[in-house]
């Protein structure tokens, strides 16, 4: 008995099952065999529908993956922190000194309910003791608490920040006094010449990203 005869001997149902699970399949000779045999319609139906089904699948074609092109990355030469003079230590200790001094503004009844974040609410009930400033109560942001005018505008590396989002804005800036923020909005292109003419001029950049240091 021929291989084509042992695929198409047996019931209808099976003999699908069989032939799903070959790789290869010569329908034509499946035909042969089954009409030499019992000569089911049925199945010389279903496949030459197989048969068919095959000649009409065309090859996918494969489509090449682009190859993302790594832009170059400009180094930052310039990111440590500015050596203070004593002057400048002076207002660093009041500026932590002030800011220790400010207490912590949490909103009412923070402590007692879990659902409640941890930011500032201003209490608006009629009878709330912490928006009539009770005593063993939460405080609330009032005049008073602002820093002193000579410790305000800061960064913690001891330069005044100033935001950049082009290389015109560096020409006016103090490289002993200020450092630069690049602009989140800044591309990488822009970013490179940015970091080209702070380098230059030897300006600090206090926002370094991945790979420019």
Same mark, same amino acid.
């Given at each position: 008995?021929?291989?084509?005869?042992?695929?198409?001997? %047996?019931?209808?149902? &099976?003999?699908?099952?069989?032939?799903?699970?070959?790789?290869?399949?010569?329908? #034509?000779?499946?035909?042969?065999?089954?009409?030499?045999?019992?000569?089911?319609?049925? @199945?010389?139906?279903?496949?030459?529908? #197989?048969?068919?089904?095959?000649?009409?699948?065309?090859?996918?074609? +494969?489509?090449?993956?682009?190859?993302?092109?790594?832009?170059?990355?400009?180094?930052?030469?310039?990111?440590?922190?500015?050596?203070?003079?004593?002057?400048?230590? =002076? /207002?660093?200790?009041?500026?932590?000194?002030?800011?220790?001094? /400010?207490? #912590?503004?949490? =909103? #009412?009844?923070? +402590?007692?309910?879990?659902?409640?974040?941890?930011?500032?609410?201003?209490?608006?009930? &009629?009878?709330?003791?912490?928006?009539?400033?009770?005593?063993?109560?939460?405080?609330?942001?009032?005049?008073?608490?602002?820093?002193?005018?000579? +410790?305000?505008?800061?960064?913690?590396?001891?330069?005044?920040?100033?935001?950049?989002?082009?290389?015109?804005?560096?020409?006016?800036?103090?490289?002993?006094?200020?450092?630069? /923020?690049?602009? %989140?909005?800044? %591309?990488?292109?822009?970013?490179?010449?940015?970091?080209?003419?702070?380098?230059?001029?030897?300006? +600090?950049? @206090?926002?370094?990203?991945?790979?420019?240091?």
């Amino acid at each position: 008995m021929s291989e084509e005869k042992k695929i198409v001997k %047996g019931p209808i149902g &099976e003999v699908k099952k069989k032939i799903k699970e070959l790789d290869s399949v010569d329908y #034509q000779a499946l035909i042969k065999a089954e009409k030499s045999g019992q000569n089911r319609k049925t @199945l010389i139906k279903w496949l030459d529908s #197989q048969k068919e089904s095959k000649v009409e699948e065309k090859p996918k074609k +494969t489509t090449k993956k682009k190859i993302k092109k790594i832009k170059p990355v400009e180094k930052i030469k310039y990111h440590d922190r500015k050596k203070l003079s004593n002057k400048e230590k =002076r /207002i660093f200790r009041l500026r932590t000194k002030e800011k220790n001094a /400010i207490p #912590q503004f949490i =909103r #009412q009844e923070y +402590t007692k309910l879990k659902r409640l974040k941890d930011v500032w609410r201003k209490p608006k009930g &009629e009878d709330s003791k912490q928006a009539e400033d009770k005593r063993g109560k939460p405080k609330r942001p009032k005049i008073g608490y602002k820093k002193s005018r000579e +410790t305000r505008g800061f960064h913690p590396s001891g330069y005044i920040p100033s935001l950049v989002h082009n290389t015109a804005e560096i020409e006016n800036i103090d490289p002993l006094k200020e450092a630069i /923020i690049i602009a %989140g909005s800044v %591309g990488r292109k822009k970013r490179n010449e940015i970091i080209k003419t702070a380098n230059k001029n030897r300006i +600090t950049i @206090l926002n370094p990203r991945k790979g420019e240091l």
